[in-house]
C-alpha cells in the first residue's frame, strides 16, 4: 500500500493515484483532516477516510510525500484562532506519519524538510562545485543597495506578501530598494531558455521553454494564464553526470532543478526537492511518471498487494 501525503486539490496526487491504483493507494489529505478517523498508539498509526477505507502502518510498503499543506491561508484575529491551533496538531501528527515511515525504510523518493536541511544558499554554495551560478548576495543594510550590473530580486520563501500576493522574481534597479526591507539579489542572466530537470533516483528528465514566449523574467506569473511550451531537452552526458553528483553530494533522490540557459552554458538557479512536476508529463509520454511509479512500488510483492486488497483497502 503506498500512502500519499497531501492535500485534497493536489492534481499530481490524483495522477498517482491513478497510476498506482485506488485499490493500492491511501491518500490523506491534510486538508479535509476533519473527514478522517485518526489513531496513533505505540503498535503504529490507523487511518479512515471519509468513504470508509482503512489502513494501518503494518500494511503500508511505500510513504510519498507530496503537498500535506493548507492552501487557503487564515486570517487569524489578535486573540487568536482555534482552527490554527488545529491545523498545527495535524501539521504535527503529519510529521509524525512521515517519521514512523521514515524508521520502517518506507520513505520513497521526496525527505519531508528537506527545503530546511538544504536551503537556496547552500544550494547555491554546493551547486558552484558543478555549475556555473549567477552571482548572489541577501543583504540588509541602512542604506539601499548598489550595484553595477543588471540584477533581480528573488524570495527566499513561497510564503504570501500582504493581501495574499506572491512576490515574483523582478528586475530591479540600483539604489532603488528600500534598505528596511531584506533583499536576495542576483545577477541576471540574459537567457535563451528556461531550462528545468526532474530528477528521479538518479535518471534525469530535462525541459526547456523559450523565454520570447512569455513576458517578464519570471514564467511562474504566467501560469494558468497561458500554455507555455516545455519541450523535450536532451542534456550531455556531462551535465546529466554533473547533476547526478551534485544530487548525491546534497543527498536527495529526487528534485526539480531550475536553470537559465545561455550560449550552451546551464546557470544553477536552485534545485526544489519536492517541485511540481506532472505539468511536464501529464500525457505520460515523457516517462517522469513512469520513473517515479517505478520507484514509489519498487520491490512491492502482488502477494502482499493481494492481502491488503482483501483485508481493509476496498
Given at each position: 500500500m ?15 493515484v491513478?497510476r498506482?491504483?485506488?485499490?493500492r493507494a491511501f ?9 478522517y478517523?485518526i489513531?496513533?498508539t505505540g ?13 494501518h502502518s503494518?500494511?503500508i510498503?511505500a510513504?510519498y510525500?507530496?503537498?500535506?499543506t ?6 487569524i484575529?489578535?486573540?487568536g ?5 488545529q491545523r ?11 517519521n514512523?515511515?521514515?524508521r520502517?525504510g518506507k ?7 528537506a527545503?530546511?536541511r ?6 547555491m554554495?554546493v551547486?558552484?562545485n558543478?555549475?556555473s551560478?549567477p ?5 540588509k543594510g541602512?542604506v ?6 543588471p ?11 500582504e493581501?495574499y500576493?506572491?512576490f515574483?522574481?523582478?528586475r530591479?534597479?540600483?539604489g532603488t ?13 540574459d537567457a535563451d ?10 535518471r ?6 523559450d523565454r520570447?514566449s512569455f513576458?517578464?523574467?519570471d514564467w511562474?506569473k ?6 507555455l ?10 551535465f546529466?553526470?554533473?547533476?547526478r553528483?551534485?544530487?548525491t553530494?546534497?543527498?536527495?533522490e529526487f ?8 550560449d550552451?552554458i546551464?546557470?544553477?538557479l536552485?534545485v ?7 505539468w ?10 513512469d520513473?517515479?511509479?517505478?520507484e ?7 502477494q ?11
Amino acid at each position: 500500500m503506498l500512502l500519499i501525503l497531501t492535500n485534497s486539490i493536489d492534481g499530481t496526487s490524483d495522477e498517482i493515484v491513478r497510476r498506482v491504483g485506488a485499490a493500492r493507494a491511501f491518500r490523506f489529505n491534510v486538508d479535509l483532516w476533519q473527514d478522517y478517523q485518526i489513531e496513533v498508539t505505540g503498535e503504529g498509526f490507523a487511518l479512515s477516510d471519509p468513504s470508509g477505507r482503512h489502513v494501518h502502518s503494518h500494511q503500508i510498503e511505500a510513504c510519498y510525500v507530496r503537498k500535506p499543506t493548507f492552501d487557503d491561508p487564515l486570517s487569524i484575529p489578535e486573540g487568536g484562532c482555534l482552527e490554527a491551533w488545529q491545523r498545527s496538531q495535524i501539521s504535527y501528527l503529519c510529521q509524525e506519519l512521515y517519521n514512523i515511515c521514515k524508521r520502517s525504510g518506507k520513505i520513497r523518493l521526496v525527505e519531508k524538510g528537506a527545503q530546511q536541511r538544504f536551503g537556496k544558499f547552500s544550494q547555491m554554495q554546493v551547486a558552484a562545485n558543478y555549475f556555473s551560478v549567477p552571482s548572489w548576495r541577501f543583504t540588509k543594510g541602512s542604506v539601499s543597495p548598489h550595484f553595477d550590473r543588471p540584477t533581480i530580486a528573488k524570495t527566499l520563501v513561497a510564503d504570501f506578501v500582504e493581501n495574499y500576493r506572491v512576490f515574483f522574481t523582478t528586475r530591479v534597479e540600483s539604489g532603488t530598494l528600500d534598505p528596511q526591507y531584506p533583499w536576495f539579489l542576483q545577477d541576471e542572466v540574459d537567457a535563451d531558455f528556461d531550462l528545468t530537470v526532474v530528477y528521479v533516483a538518479g535518471r534525469s528528465f530535462a525541459f526547456t521553454l523559450d523565454r520570447n514566449s512569455f513576458d517578464g523574467v519570471d514564467w511562474r506569473k504566467q501560469i494558468n494564464k497561458t500554455d507555455l511550451p516545455w519541450i523535450r531537452y536532451k542534456i550531455s552526458q556531462d551535465f546529466d553526470e554533473r547533476i547526478r553528483r551534485f544530487m548525491t553530494e546534497a543527498q536527495l533522490e529526487f528534485g526539480r532543478l531550475d536553470f537559465l540557459l545561455a550560449d550552451g552554458i546551464e546557470y544553477f538557479l536552485e534545485v526544489n526537492p519536492n517541485g511540481q512536476w506532472a505539468w511536464l508529463d501529464m500525457e505520460g509520454k515523457e516517462g517522469v511518471f513512469d520513473a517515479v511509479i517505478a520507484e514509489l512500488t519498487k520491490n512491492w510483492t502482488e502477494q502482499h498487494c493481494e492481502s491488503i486488497h482483501r483485508s481493509s483497502c476496498v
